[in-house]
């Protein structure tokens, strides 16, 4: 039965008697129905034109480069298939989306697109459209659409406000999980709150922030209250959580700090600013736990009207005003690092690998400093032949004068070629025997050494191949990317036949198509209770890394040490700068907003690396041209 042939006034009635979130929907079937709209009809689907959306993207720029974050995460906790994350301006243009590849393929993934708009009118009930209208947190799933084409979806989708409480946009998630609704709008609603108190920070950047909530454990959360103090303790603002907790007295317009709180704001301003946590009372009479933003410590001063009962005394405090512990730099112990090959030219080179040296292929693995190849290596010995071992010789610290007994004991090459059982085997390519040996550095070996081992190949494939001792069953040698190609390092013509195999080159750090879940796995084998967010990631991925792994782990155990919380965000862009002294400063625009000019610096950034490619740079970095050029014009 189509929704056309509902009895509308009885299910309206049914409503009416039900949530206030389905007579929302109730209204918004009315509205639709006064738009003209039918449906079993099609939603008109209109999409900008590249000029129109070209000007509304650029208006929402700074504003995204809150949003975009928190996408990516809510994207990550949503997970499930078929389903997607978007952002839509105040008009329910969608200026972002991150669609998984089951809703890309579908009808949804080609109707929301950026620049396609959702408000009713055009497209009917739907979540986007109908927060927009009611400013409220909406679900509309099923067949609450107004027209059936969506009927297969449910979608969430909640407002985002400044705090002048002026509608900003939307975020919207869509999922055909029936079943999570109440969870996936809390997700919703949680990036929603975390893109207000950041944008609230970063508009009072040069205030003092103030965040209070009755229960201490909440400071740290999104439900926080926040007001912004200038230095003669005026409140210049207040985010909708201290417009909810102050409730009763009013901070819409401008008041002094003692006018709202029942202690005088010098008085405590040396306590706050030190990042001590106070207990106050509002003009209500209701208790706040109360810092600054950032913490740096927390201890409690109890503030008793305009006493403070501390005074350098310690004095016995009750359970719900004990401080709590500062353990954000406490670090628990590092983890073994997860190896990550999931670059899909790297993936592909290590199965053809695996599959050369369990046929008895040797194998090369050339590759820039500090890009992995000994890790390749390892990873490779483990896939082809489980967890054997593998014998690691470093050509670097080879003695030429000691390289045979080095390589095959007191003995000898005579005694690793004589085919007798002896009880007494020594040397490292005794050691090998059962198992895979690696030579890194080989560029160091002289041609004397390499005519050695090219020998001792041939006597090891010889006697695999007779299947009559335990012999080395794979041969793997690592050196630089242009060890084969330089004149400057000299292969005797035995050596060179006898590597001869599969080939391998590890890409750098920056080319590197998994370079996210790399960052991820080192800042997790650091520490496990860290995390990297969406826009650190971003910011790494940027750069140029000319060191590669040794240059990124350096980078993340700074930022690691200087981060005041478990998820690292901007703290990166310090750690980069501590390596990277290339003395960029933002621009004009951009200078008094740490968030515009850590965007500008890392634009710059990426700028000078790609040679001045601002077409490379807007899609290493998801940027607009417009937006590269306005930030790297004072260059050109």
Same mark, same amino acid.
């Given at each position: 039965m189509s929704v056309e042939n509902w009895d509308y006034e009885n299910r309206e009635a049914g409503i009416n008697r039900a949530s206030g979130v389905i007579a929302s929907i109730a209204d918004s079937w009315s509205r639709c129905r006064e738009f003209g709209l039918r449906a079993a009809g099609t939603p008109s689907e209109i999409v900008l034109s590249e000029d129109k959306f070209k000007t509304v993207f650029e208006q929402n720029e700074s504003i995204r480069h809150f949003v975009i974050p928190e996408m990516e995460l809510l994207y990550n906790q949503i997970a499930g298939t078929? $389903? =997607? +994350?978007?952002?839509?301006?105040?008009?329910?243009? &969608?200026?972002?989306?991150?669609?998984?590849?089951?809703?890309?393929?579908?009808?949804?993934?080609?109707? &929301?697109?950026?620049?396609? +708009?959702? %408000?009713?009118?055009?497209?009917?009930?739907?979540?986007?459209?109908?927060?927009?209208?009611?400013?409220?947190?909406?679900?509309?799933?099923?067949?609450?659409?107004? $027209?059936?084409?969506?009927?297969?979806?449910?979608? $969430?989708?909640?407002?985002?406000?400044?705090?002048?409480?002026?509608?900003?946009? %939307?975020?919207?998630?869509?999922?055909?999980?029936?079943a999570r609704n109440e969870h996936t709008l809390a997700l919703v609603k949680?990036?929603?709150?975390?893109?207000?108190?950041?944008?609230?920070?970063?508009?009072?950047?040069?205030?003092?922030?103030? =965040?209070?909530?009755?229960?201490?454990?909440?400071?740290?959360?999104?439900?926080?209250?926040?007001?912004? &103090?200038?230095?003669?303790?005026?409140?210049?603002?207040?985010?909708?959580?201290?417009?909810?907790?102050?409730?009763?007295?009013?901070?819409?317009?401008?008041?002094?700090?003692?006018?709202?709180?029942? +202690?005088? $704001?010098?008085?405590? +301003?040396?306590?706050?600013?030190?990042?001590?946590?106070?207990?106050?009372?509002?003009?209500?009479?209701?208790?706040?736990? =109360?810092?600054a933003q950032p913490p740096i410590s927390r201890r409690v001063i109890k503030v008793d009207g305009d006493l403070l009962i501390n005074n350098g005394r310690a004095e016995p405090l009750a359970d719900d005003q004990k401080a709590i512990p500062n353990n954000d730099l406490s670090l628990n112990q590092p983890t073994e690092a997860k190896l990550v090959f999931e670059d899909e030219v790297l993936s592909k080179d290590i199965k053809e690998a695996v599959r050369g040296i369990q046929l008895g292929l040797p194998l090369t693995i050339l590759g820039d400093p500090s890009t992995g190849k000994t890790e390749l290596a390892r990873e490779i010995n483990e896939q082809a032949f489980g967890k054997p071992k593998l014998t690691e010789v470093d050509c670097l610290h080879i003695n030429p004068e000691q390289f045979e007994k080095q390589m095959f004991g007191d003995r000898g090459k005579i005694g690793f070629f004589d085919q007798e059982p002896r009880t007494a085997k020594e040397g490292k390519l005794f050691l090998a025997r059962g198992g895979v040996v690696l030579f890194k550095n080989i560029h160091a070996l002289d041609s004397n050494a390499q005519d050695i081992i090219a020998a001792a190949q041939q006597f090891e494939e010889t006697q695999r191949d007779k299947n009559q001792v335990r012999s080395i069953k794979g041969w793997i040698f690592s050196g630089p990317i242009d060890w084969l190609d330089n004149n400057e390092f000299q292969i005797s013509l035995r050596f060179a036949n006898s590597i001869q195999g599969k080939k391998l080159n590890t890409p750098s750090l920056s080319q590197r198509s998994d370079f996210e879940k790399v960052a991820c796995a080192i800042a997790s084998a650091c520490s496990s209770e860290y995390t990297l967010s969406p826009v650190a990631l971003r910011i790494l991925k940027s750069c140029n890394w000319t060191g590669n792994f040794s240059e990124l782990k350096k980078v993340i155990r700074l930022a690691i040490s200087q981060s005041p919380g478990k998820v690292i965000r901007h703290e990166i862009s310090e750690a980069l700068s501590a390596f990277t002294d290339d003395g960029l400063q933002p621009c004009p625009h951009c200078v008094g907003s740490p968030v515009r000019a850590e965007t500008c610096i890392m634009i710059q950034r990426s700028w000078e690396e790609t040679g001045g490619n601002v077409s490379l740079v807007a899609r290493r970095l998801g940027v607009s041209r417009n937006t590269v050029y306005k930030h790297v014009k004072s260059f050109q």
């Amino acid at each position: 039965m189509s929704v056309e042939n509902w009895d509308y006034e009885n299910r309206e009635a049914g409503i009416n008697r039900a949530s206030g979130v389905i007579a929302s929907i109730a209204d918004s079937w009315s509205r639709c129905r006064e738009f003209g709209l039918r449906a079993a009809g099609t939603p008109s689907e209109i999409v900008l034109s590249e000029d129109k959306f070209k000007t509304v993207f650029e208006q929402n720029e700074s504003i995204r480069h809150f949003v975009i974050p928190e996408m990516e995460l809510l994207y990550n906790q949503i997970a499930g298939t078929n $389903f =997607m +994350v978007a952002y839509a301006d105040p008009g329910g243009v &969608v200026l972002d989306s991150i669609q998984d590849e089951d809703f890309k393929a579908g009808e949804g993934g080609k109707a &929301v697109i950026p620049g396609s +708009v959702w %408000v009713e009118n055009h497209r009917g009930t739907n979540a986007l459209g109908l927060a927009i209208h009611t400013k409220r947190p909406a679900i509309v799933t099923g067949k609450d659409h107004f $027209f059936h084409k969506l009927n297969d979806l449910s979608c $969430f989708a909640v407002p985002i406000f400044d705090h002048e409480e002026k509608l900003l946009g %939307v975020i919207d998630a869509t999922s055909n999980a029936k079943a999570r609704n109440e969870h996936t709008l809390a997700l919703v609603k949680l990036a929603s709150r975390n893109i207000e108190n950041r944008l609230f920070s970063e508009n009072f950047c040069d205030s003092l922030i103030l =965040m209070f909530h009755a229960r201490q454990e909440y400071l740290p959360t999104t439900s926080v209250a926040m007001i912004a &103090v200038d230095e003669y303790g005026f409140i210049e603002g207040a985010n909708a959580n201290a417009k909810a907790v102050l409730n009763g007295l009013d901070i819409s317009r401008t008041q002094h700090f003692g006018e709202i709180f029942d +202690v005088q $704001f010098f008085d405590i +301003v040396d306590q706050l600013r030190s990042n001590g946590i106070i207990s106050i009372k509002d003009r209500m009479g209701s208790v706040v736990f =109360m810092r600054a933003q950032p913490p740096i410590s927390r201890r409690v001063i109890k503030v008793d009207g305009d006493l403070l009962i501390n005074n350098g005394r310690a004095e016995p405090l009750a359970d719900d005003q004990k401080a709590i512990p500062n353990n954000d730099l406490s670090l628990n112990q590092p983890t073994e690092a997860k190896l990550v090959f999931e670059d899909e030219v790297l993936s592909k080179d290590i199965k053809e690998a695996v599959r050369g040296i369990q046929l008895g292929l040797p194998l090369t693995i050339l590759g820039d400093p500090s890009t992995g190849k000994t890790e390749l290596a390892r990873e490779i010995n483990e896939q082809a032949f489980g967890k054997p071992k593998l014998t690691e010789v470093d050509c670097l610290h080879i003695n030429p004068e000691q390289f045979e007994k080095q390589m095959f004991g007191d003995r000898g090459k005579i005694g690793f070629f004589d085919q007798e059982p002896r009880t007494a085997k020594e040397g490292k390519l005794f050691l090998a025997r059962g198992g895979v040996v690696l030579f890194k550095n080989i560029h160091a070996l002289d041609s004397n050494a390499q005519d050695i081992i090219a020998a001792a190949q041939q006597f090891e494939e010889t006697q695999r191949d007779k299947n009559q001792v335990r012999s080395i069953k794979g041969w793997i040698f690592s050196g630089p990317i242009d060890w084969l190609d330089n004149n400057e390092f000299q292969i005797s013509l035995r050596f060179a036949n006898s590597i001869q195999g599969k080939k391998l080159n590890t890409p750098s750090l920056s080319q590197r198509s998994d370079f996210e879940k790399v960052a991820c796995a080192i800042a997790s084998a650091c520490s496990s209770e860290y995390t990297l967010s969406p826009v650190a990631l971003r910011i790494l991925k940027s750069c140029n890394w000319t060191g590669n792994f040794s240059e990124l782990k350096k980078v993340i155990r700074l930022a690691i040490s200087q981060s005041p919380g478990k998820v690292i965000r901007h703290e990166i862009s310090e750690a980069l700068s501590a390596f990277t002294d290339d003395g960029l400063q933002p621009c004009p625009h951009c200078v008094g907003s740490p968030v515009r000019a850590e965007t500008c610096i890392m634009i710059q950034r990426s700028w000078e690396e790609t040679g001045g490619n601002v077409s490379l740079v807007a899609r290493r970095l998801g940027v607009s041209r417009n937006t590269v050029y306005k930030h790297v014009k004072s260059f050109q």
